[in-house]
């Protein structure tokens, strides 16, 4: 029988609906993560401010490399109300996001967080870094194309953070090497054509000793730490395919209240 969408929030009602799917997507994310070998992804869920459990394996990370607060760049912030940062602004750190979009608060009298709105290419990201007079502990970078590029031009340049979080394109498991050809004017689409997979990204970041320790459960962030810290992961598995987490973009836990413009503007003043 095929009941359509619109259907099942008739018969059930659609609160009912979406409670239904949360259970659902808590007991998918929890069976993945009791079967996973890794144990940075035995955490628990954490969906504080980033789009599905990276703050949680950001702060497991940085509390085995022994960083309590220092510095980050954000590159792909969104509006600022969902990413891979505000959890260490939360936690008292500095630092510089730059993106395309309008942030949905402001940040003007901000100490801790400076924005810079502007298309990120190749040809402009270390002019856009330039003004900083130090390199972060950490860097995320999530623009839906030409990341792998971008990444290459900052650790070309001894951009070397700590922590490097970047998106990979799950659709291509190891040991498959694929990255899109590079276009400054690239806007995704919706579709696999974007970014590059996790096997070209570590082959890219090993160049530049740093070693994947993480993939979140969804498929869509990978975690690569600075080979100085190599001894704390010890017991992180080594096998890429392990590793690898297979893409499972739809599930997405909506467990706390979505983040207000007022909390960030709270937390960056």
Not at 47 to 56: K, R, V, Y
Request: hydrophobic fraction near 40%; aromatic fraction near 14%; include cysteine.
């Amino acid at each position: 029988m095929d009941i359509k969408l619109e259907h099942l929030k008739k018969l059930i009602g659609a609160e009912n609906l979406e409670r239904i799917y949360d259970l659902f997507v808590n007991m998918n994310l929890s069976e993945k993560a009791n079967a996973h070998l890794n144990p940075l992804n035995k955490l628990r869920k954490f969906f504080g401010f980033s789009q599905n459990e990276e703050d949680a394996i950001t702060l497991e990370i940085l509390n085995r490399i022994g960083i309590k607060k220092g510095t980050f760049w954000e590159f792909g912030v969104g509006t600022g109300l969902e990413n891979n940062t505000i959890i260490l602004l939360a936690l008292g750190w500095q630092g510089a996001w730059f993106g395309g979009q309008n942030l949905a608060f402001n940040i003007s009298d901000s100490k801790k967080l400076t924005f810079t709105k502007e298309w990120i290419t190749n040809e402009n990201i270390l002019n856009l870094i330039s003004p900083s007079s130090y390199i972060p502990e950490v860097i995320s970078l999530d623009l839906d194309g030409n990341d792998i590029y971008l990444v290459e031009k900052l650790l070309s340049n001894n951009i070397l953070p700590k922590l490097f979080i970047v998106e990979y394109n799950g659709k291509f498991p190891p040991p498959i090497e694929f990255k899109m050809k590079y276009n400054s004017s690239h806007v995704w689409d919706g579709s696999d054509y974007f970014g590059a997979s996790l096997a070209s990204f570590n082959a890219l970041f090993e160049k530049y000793n740093f070693t994947l320790v993480c993939c979140n459960l969804s498929g869509a962030n990978a975690f690569f730490v600075s080979n100085d810290f190599s001894k704390n992961f010890m017991d992180i598995p080594k096998d890429l395919k392990i590793l690898y987490n297979e893409p499972s973009y739809f599930l997405r836990n909506r467990k706390m209240h979505p983040t207000s413009p007022k909390t960030i503007e709270a937390l960056i003043n």
